[in-house]
């Protein structure tokens, strides 16, 4: 019999990130914050981490700093997964080696990462052909007018196609890490992660943000994710858990089960927050009342919409209108 496998002997997801001349920080910051912080309290192997690049030389980043990489495009291409933050110039071409590394990490079968620009060096080692993916949305005219067989989706978070992940502009990585962590550990682990990060689980936010997939076979959270696009169709008319779990195909109990696992909250905390999200811009740039406000974004009274929204914005409707009004 072999020796039993323990927390310290249990093998390592190894992730390799890229680093290059004039970089900004935030997005490698991202990356290592997830994934190269040891989280022994979680008891679960967690990743190795490598920090790449195709020079040994130091790499001005922005900011007046430099970032050394103790490694090569080798350990890149060797990975499981490999993650790409940006690349220096989206107008400029890909270096060939990186275009090499990555194909090859691709051909062994390692998952692909891109986050902001790097969704253009993907596309240049044409591992975005026929694929649904993101990138920041002023690049996304300049991505489908230079690769025209990658679907580009200027208007979501991340899109997730199974080997290959894509996130939109910097902070979205982050929402990306997470759900690369909920993908490898479970959402409860994810979760976990979130809070020390103080972050919520699922960024939320409208349709715009919302998170979207390719098609594929229907599992358990796909029925939260359906209830939740009609929901957010359906925000100014009475909602239910009942009519919530009739969408996503499942019984109320099952329904508030898989919601929790796949949100971190309740379907109606998280109605009350699309709700107060979508009252933002009408008070921001428009002249109607509180109380119509209220009505068009489906508070049934204007005293439970000034409630919640104090509760979620920590201020009043009408100070956040003082405070943010685009028009005079």
């Known amino acids: 019999m072999g020796t039993p496998l323990t927390l310290e002997t249990r093998p390592r997801h190894r992730i390799a990130v890229l680093a290059f001349a004039g ?8 990356v290592v ?23 040994p030389d130091p790499l001005p980043a922005v900011g007046g700093f ?39 990490a691709a051909g062994r079968g390692a998952r692909i990462v891109s986050i902001c620009s790097g969704a253009f ?34 208007d979501v ?3 997730d196609s199974g080997q290959v992940v894509t996130s939109a502009g910097s902070a979205a990585g982050l929402d990306l890490c997470l759900h690369l962590v909920r993908r490898d550990h479970g959402a409860q682990i994810a979760n976990t992660v979130a809070r020390r990060l103080v972050l919520p689980p699922h960024r939320d936010g409208g349709q715009a943000q919302f998170i ?10 796909d029925g939260v994710a359906r209830a939740m696009a009609w929901a957010l169709d359906h925000l100014t008319e009475p909602l239910t858990v009942n009519l919530l779990a009739a969408h996503a195909r499942m019984s109320p109990r099952s329904f508030l089960r898989h919601f929790a696992r ?41 005293a439970t919409f000034r409630h919640h929204f104090s509760r979620c914005m920590r201020t009043s409707p009408s100070s956040y209108r003082r405070t943010f009004r685009t028009r005079p």
Request: hydrophobic share 45%; net charge negative.
């Open 262 to 302: 796949h949100t971190g909250t309740s379907p109606i905390r998280w109605l009350i927050e699309q709700r107060v999200a979508a009252s933002l811009p009408l008070l921001e740039t428009s002249d109607s009342p509180v109380e119509q406000v209220a009505a068009a974004v489906g508070f049934d009274s204007p």
């Open 66 to 104: 430099t970032i050394t990489a103790r490694h090569g495009l080798d350990v890149l291409a060797a990975a499981d997964t490999v993650i790409v933050p940006g690349v220096a110039d989206v107008h400029a071409p890909v270096s060939p080696a990186l275009v090499t590394a990555l194909r090859t």
């Open 33 to 55: 914050e997830v994934f190269g912080l040891p989280r022994p309290e979680l008891d679960v192997p967690w990743y190795d981490l490598a920090v790449c690049a195709e020079t």
């Open 23 to 30: 970089m900004a920080p935030f997005e490698l910051g991202c």
């Open 121 to 154: 060096a993907l596309a240049a080692a044409g591992l975005l052909d026929g694929r649904a993916a993101t990138t920041h949305w002023r690049y996304a005219p300049l991505l489908r007018e230079r690769h025209p067989l990658v679907d580009v989706t200027p």
């Open 212 to 221: 979207e997939l390719p098609v594929r076979d229907v599992v358990d959270d």
């Open 157 to 159: 978070l991340y899109v």
